[in-house]
């Protein structure tokens, strides 16, 4: 795995455990905060990716 691919890995993760955490401390309970931390980071970076995709290279440089 490259640098990048490794760093992506990374970050999803701590969103997923993040996301996990907090559905779980707020009565979630054990199973329905996974799947919500599975989902939603996925979910987001998805809509990042499609979004930024679509804009073209101005949503990169903050335009």
């Known amino acids: 795995m490259t640098g990048v691919g490794l760093q992506i890995v990374v ?3 701590s969103l997923v455990l ?3 955490l907090g559905g779980a401390r707020w009565g979630e309970g054990l199973l329905m905060a996974l799947v ?3 989902v939603f980071p996925v979910t987001w ?3 990042f ?3 930024n995709h679509s804009a ?3 949503a990169f440089v903050g335009h």
């Open 56 to 58: 073209g290279r101005r």
């Open 36 to 38: 919500g931390g599975l």
């Open 45 to 47: 970076v998805v809509w």
């Open 18 to 20: 993040l996301t996990t």
């Open 11 to 13: 970050v999803v993760a």
């Open 49 to 51: 990716v499609r979004d």
